[in-house]
């Protein structure tokens, strides 16, 4: 039984994996990608962003996100859908001027209304805000060009219209890395999904984005703690980008170090109390975004560049068959 098969026995509603567009025209990618009893839920890893889906002001092109969606829900495979707002990859259009405030609301707007109407019957969850808080010590929202132009209100400003052109029932997630300890910046996204609550702005799950590195990643205790932060608030979780990097060269021993965190994690979302599924940021070595980002780490996924599965996804497997 793939892992979506034993996670779903389990007690989850998927197992998924993040798709690229760049290795579309690989055929063992694709037959691992869109194998249901694997995978059962798939995210666009860079498709549905911003800069890919509304390249021109106002014209708006779904080529890249549907290249994952539309074949995925072929199968019968779950979508989150990945994202309406962040910093990163934006087109040049929007970030090149400069914008009043309620020109920016309705730019704002406009994509969520356009990006969620094609996607409306294909989404289960939507990552609404990415990212929106600093790394530092105290957590402060991130300077980027939301926060400047439109103020801390962009936030609830896309969850509003996120709800207002989504599908009813579709689940808006604020979604970030760095937050799967309880710390300052978990703490400060608990305090904006709490005060988005008391003053009954939609959102429904907070996205655990779990990237984590061997020797350095968060225990299950931490890890279930964080869970429990979010669900006492009455929102659910997700691992929405679960990869575990490696520091170079690779050896058997840190790949079982790595399908050692990959299972705690597993598990931790298993024991939470609304942790709905868990996401891998791709599950193939050679399209893991971590290389690029961080020279020197690497080999974060479950199957490795020979489409073997690791250690990793065995640790994942025995795991779920556990329960
Ligand atoms: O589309 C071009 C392609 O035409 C070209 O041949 C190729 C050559 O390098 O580049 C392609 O664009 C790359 C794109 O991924 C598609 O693969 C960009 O250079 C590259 O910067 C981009 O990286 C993505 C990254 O977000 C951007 O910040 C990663 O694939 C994607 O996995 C990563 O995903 C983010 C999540 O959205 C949010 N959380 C963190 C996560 C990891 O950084």
Redesign the pocket.
Known sequence: SGLDVLAKRAGLKYFGT?I???VLDNPTYISIAHNRSEFGQVTP??GQ?WM?IEPVQNKFNFT?GDQITVPAKKKGQLRRC??FV?H??LPDWLTGRNWTKPELVKVLENHIKHEAKHYYNDCIAW?VV??AFEDDAVASLRKDIWLDVIGKEYIELAFKFARKYTKPGTKLYY???AIERVNNKSRAVAALVKDFKKRHIPIDGVGL?A?YTVGRAPSYDEQLATHKLFSDLGVETAL??LDVRIQLPDNATLQAQQGAVYANSTKACLDADDCVGITV??FWDP????P??FPGFGNADIWDANFTKKPAYYAISDLLRSY
């Open positions: 993040a690229d567009n760049v890893s860079n962003k890919y890249l990945h994202n962040w990163n990859q990552d990415n990212e979604n970030d890395y984005q990237h929405t980008e940021w791709d399209v893991s975004w971590v690029s980002t």
